[in-house]
């Protein structure tokens, strides 16, 4: 093999540009928080439910009515944002600008149903006594991990809807393309992702039995 065919080769694979891996720094940026984030919420998980375990008495204050159909409705909103998203990045590869901020901004509408529904459950449980200090069943861990699992995760749905709206604007302007719409879905597929574990663990698990 002659040199200029070994150079040939080498410059077909990689020639030195900004994508070795074949990804582009945007969605390698988003991969690369989205593995740090997900320890931190792991970190999280994990240490809430050592604390259960090893609390007897943990409370189980969540009633069918309303308070776990309450969260199985945040569920299946957040769900349907993640279609929406789906739908709103194929679009926009297929180059349709008007489609694509359609979806987004439904996306971001459920994103903010999600957020208004989850802070009246918060009002509620500061009504019935229950703080991140404290709470009427004697065991103070138990609103300091709920408050501080959801509030963290309801911090990134809230981060989630600003930049979708960041994106929804650009793209219809002509000033974001197709990848940056996939690698804002790619942040909010992850937020749904950890709700589908915070639901079933802080929610499903804490049923009250009566």
């Given at each position: 093999m002659s040199e200029a065919e070994f150079e040939g080769i080498v410059e077909s694979r990689w020639s030195g540009g900004a994508s070795p891996f074949a990804i582009n720094s945007k969605k390698l940026g988003m991969?690369?928080?989205i593995v740090s984030d997900s320890l931190t919420f792991s970190a999280l998980l994990i240490s809430y439910a050592y604390v259960r375990l090893e609390t007897p008495n943990w409370p189980r204050p969540f009633e069918i009515w309303p308070?776990?159909?309450?969260?199985?409705?945040?569920?299946?909103?957040?769900?349907?944002?993640?279609?929406?998203?789906?739908?709103?990045?194929?679009?926009?590869?297929?180059?349709?600008?008007?489609?694509?901020?359609?979806?987004?901004?439904?996306?971001?509408?459920?994103?903010?149903?999600?957020?208004?529904?989850?802070?009246?459950?918060?009002?509620?449980?500061?009504?019935?006594?229950?703080?991140?200090?404290?709470?009427?069943?004697?065991?103070?861990?138990?609103?300091?991990?709920?408050?501080?699992?959801?509030?963290?995760?309801?911090?990134?749905?809230?981060?989630?809807?600003?930049?979708?709206?960041?994106?929804a604007w650009g793209f219809g302007k002509g000033k974001y393309t197709a990848e940056h719409v996939e690698v804002s879905g790619l942040y909010w597929h992850f937020v749904d992702l950890v709700w589908m574990f915070i639901f079933p663990m802080v929610y499903l698990l804490s049923v009250n039995p009566k």
């Open positions: 991969w690369l928080f308070a776990i159909a309450k969260s199985s409705f945040m569920t299946f909103v957040l769900l349907s944002s993640s279609l929406t998203m789906v739908l709103g990045v194929n679009a926009a590869f297929k180059g349709d600008r008007k489609k694509t901020v359609r979806y987004l901004i439904a996306t971001i509408i459920f994103g903010i149903a999600f957020v208004l529904i989850h802070a009246t459950e918060w009002v509620t449980l500061f009504g019935e006594g229950v703080t991140p200090w404290g709470n009427p069943w004697g065991v103070p861990l138990f609103g300091g991990t709920f408050f501080g699992l959801t509030g963290l995760h309801m911090l990134h749905v809230t981060i989630g809807v600003a930049y979708l709206a960041i994106i």
